[in-house]
């Protein structure tokens, strides 16, 4: 009989590293294509570091082709091994990090989309104090949809995010942070935007919606949402901006974007004092993660620019 082959010989390298986070990125993004972007590498290039990979532990990863991607069970345990490792490695660099008195590390961040200006800078004066203490912490922020925050922080692909939830999540910390004024808006070619006598709430029925967040089943802030004719959907603001001002729906987006996009004479605001109302934007963390001393900084840092 045969010596049983050993999977992985000798010590894991740098390149065994490289190969497991870009095989963890590419799991969490849910194939190569979609894991492109983060990873800024070609799809050629994500796959031939997977069939590195594959060969390197004698192990079929994932299936991917028409039928799309996938893991093998082998794949699964690999990924919940490779998140073990790299929570690990992360754990021993906070333990130096102690030691010496200096933060390595990589912090990711996940923020809700067109953040900026709803805040006045403080997210701005977060960044500025957490560089000037982690000076050698990589920063990455990636943008996504609110509820997109919420999932990428319970998969663990982020450390922080910033996002719109009124949810309590039992595995989650969260911080309040500021808000911001929603407004439902009609465009120049709409038949609401040139009346000058008052609207009716059944009248609003008459027309069509822009499905978001907070027109969805069982998320509506008010009543009469639960009647509106919803007939499109678009959870991210600009896309749902662009059927708005097509002048054929009916829709909300944060008054501050509509400033910013300098669209006050495009758009006007309908019934404010009526469906009007205001999004809470909060920080969120793991009760328990590995990189807990960066996120703990970062978590200062908030708390002292939000006071």
């Not at 849910?30 to 390197?56: H, V, W």
Request: include cysteine; glycine fraction near 6%.
């Amino acid at each position: 009989m045969g010596r049983r082959k050993v999977a992985l010989s000798g010590q894991l390298a740098d390149m065994d590293l490289r190969l497991l986070k870009v095989f963890k990125v590419v799991v969490e993004c849910g194939g190569f294509t979609p894991a492109e972007i983060q990873l800024n590498l070609a799809n050629s290039t994500i796959s031939n570091y997977i069939s590195d990979l594959e060969k390197r532990l004698d192990m079929r990863l994932c299936e991917r082709g028409r039928a799309g991607f996938s893991l093998t069970e082998q794949g699964q345990t690999v990924y919940s091994a490779t998140l073990e490792l790299l929570g690990a490695l992360d754990q021993f660099k906070n333990t130096i990090n102690q030691s010496h008195n200096r933060i390595l590390g990589d912090l990711h961040l996940g923020f809700a989309e067109h953040m900026l200006g709803a805040h006045n800078s403080s997210i701005l004066k977060v960044l500025d104090r957490f560089s000037v203490k982690a000076p050698d912490v990589r920063i990455r922020i990636s943008t996504m949809s609110s509820d997109d925050v919420i999932s990428a922080l319970l998969n663990q692909q982020v450390d922080i995010g910033i996002t719109v939830t009124n949810q309590p999540y039992p595995e989650l910390t969260n911080m309040k942070l500021f808000e911001e004024d929603m407004r439902l808006y009609c465009a120049q070619d709409h038949p609401l935007f040139s009346r000058t006598d008052e609207i009716s709430a059944a009248e609003l029925r008459q027309y069509r919606f822009v499905e978001s967040p907070r027109l969805m089943p069982g998320r509506e802030v008010h009543p009469d949402m639960k009647l509106w004719h919803k007939q499109a959907c678009a959870h991210h603001q600009e896309a749902r901006a662009t059927l708005i001002l097509s002048g054929h729906y009916l829709g909300f987006l944060p008054h501050h974007l509509v400033q910013n996009w300098r669209l006050e004479k495009a758009l006007r605001p309908l019934l404010t004092e009526q469906y009007g109302y205001t999004n809470t934007f909060r920080a969120l963390w793991r009760k328990r993660h590995s990189n807990q001393l960066i996120i703990q900084l970062f978590t200062d840092c908030l708390t002292e620019s939000v006071s």
